[in-house]
């Protein structure tokens, strides 16, 4: 058999996954697509899903993945701690939308990071004193609630601002100062010095020519709105004509080179060649 139904595959190993887990107190896992909850305490803290069984709960989070705010999901499974800021982008009769929002977020452990999300509905409370194009700072909760506009999903938000106050606009980062943070954080971390100086000393001790040709190349990865990894343009060109395959059927062996070299896993310390 040289095809294989794709969506099959997908549906066979969801079945087996939700079977090795199924019903766990206090199980929480993250997969290649996504992070599913398999506590059945957990539906209790979703917002509008107080009717849902628990399969429609377990089956309703995976057919969320790649349609959630990823970020936020990110904060929340992790417990994490995160500070808000973003210009308001739009007012309604009951909410505010932030088309971009800026978070910089603090694990438990004491580490921390920031990221970006976008076209975050908000209750307009809060803001009500706040116009269009202010630009605000703020603390907040991410909370998770069903959506049932196009099927149902389940997705976070903000909930319980805190200590709003209006800030300058030059205060928000450009896209580009965001992911050249993300880049340096990554090289960072994987850097031969990361336990032997201070970050702020990095500059002073690492090869200047070697982190400027990495941290291009992850610009450019950043570019392409992919964080996984990138060994030679042919495996590019190859999950390229993975996704935009209009048939959903793909041969096996296509999709074992893809599963393989780990398209959904970013590996910190990888050699990135996108020349051959």
């Known amino acids: 058999m040289n095809d294989y139904d794709f969506e099959d595959w997908l549906k066979d190993d969801w079945e087996r996954d ?6 766990r107190e206090n199980c929480i896992v993250t997969f290649d697509g996504g992070t599913i909850d398999f506590s059945p305490d957990g539906m209790k803290d979703v917002k509008g899903g107080k009717n849902l069984t628990y399969d429609e709960y377990l089956d309703i989070q995976h057919d969320s993945w790649n349609h959630t705010k990823s970020s936020l999901e990110r904060v929340f499974f992790e417990h994490s701690l995160a500070t808000y ?3 308001i982008s739009r007012k309604t009769r009951r909410n505010v939308l932030f088309e971009r929002l800026y978070a910089s977020v603090e694990r438990p452990d004491g580490t921390g990071y920031d990221t970006t999300e976008s ?4 209750n307009i409370k809060p803001f009500k004193k706040f116009k269009v194009h202010d630009c605000v700072f703020f603390d907040a909760d991410v909370y998770r609630y069903l959506k049932t506009g196009h099927g149902k999903q389940i997705d976070y938000s903000l909930c319980n601002p805190v200590a709003i106050e209006k800030i300058p606009p030059y205060q928000l980062a450009s896209d580009y100062q965001m992911k050249a943070q993300i880049v340096d954080d990554l090289l960072w971390e994987t850097s ?13 001790v690492r090869n200047e020519e070697e982190y400027r040709q990495k941290s291009a190349q992850l610009m450019l990865v950043m570019e392409l709105q992919d964080i996984s990894w990138i060994w030679t343009r042919d495996l590019l060109q190859t999950r390229q004509e993975l996704w935009c ?7 096996r062996g296509l999709l074992k080179r893809i599963t393989d070299v780990g398209w959904s896993q970013y590996q910190p310390g990888m050699i990135f060649r996108l020349n051959d």
């Not at 939700?18 to 019903?23: N, V």
């Not at 031969?192 to 002073?204: E, F, G, L, Q, S």
């Not at 395959?245 to 041969?251: A, D, F, G, L, R």
């Open 18 to 23: 939700k079977k090795e887990y199924y019903g």
């Open 85 to 87: 800021k973003g210009e």
């Open 119 to 122: 076209h975050v509905w908000m």
């Open 192 to 204: 031969k010095y990361n336990d032997v100086v201070d970050k702020i000393n990095w500059p002073d």
């Open 245 to 251: 395959s209009t048939n959903k059927s793909i041969p």
